[in-house]
């Protein structure tokens, strides 16, 4: 499977969901993204991203301030 960093540090909302939204578009379905975020809404904006998008938030963490999610793109619909 296909793996991609995104380093969105220092933007605010909405910027991270919306420039991970562009960065999924490019990816194959299965591909996996990690985003890198320091805003603290990034914890309940790429949770609600997720569920409203059908993408997969497979972990999200935080260390020193820095908010780290994986997510994986959805299958393309049949």
């Known amino acids: ?25 490019g990816l194959p379905p299965g591909a996996r993204l990690t985003v890198l975020a320091t805003d603290p809404a990034a914890t309940r904006d790429f949770p609600a991203y997720c569920q409203e998008t059908g993408h997969e938030l497979v972990s999200a963490t935080e260390a020193d301030g820095i908010y780290r999610f994986e997510l994986r793109k959805r299958a393309e619909p049949a």
């Open 1 to 25: 499977m296909s793996e991609t960093l995104l380093d969105l540090q220092g933007l605010t909302c909405p910027l991270p969901v919306l420039k991970t939204n562009k960065a999924l578009r």
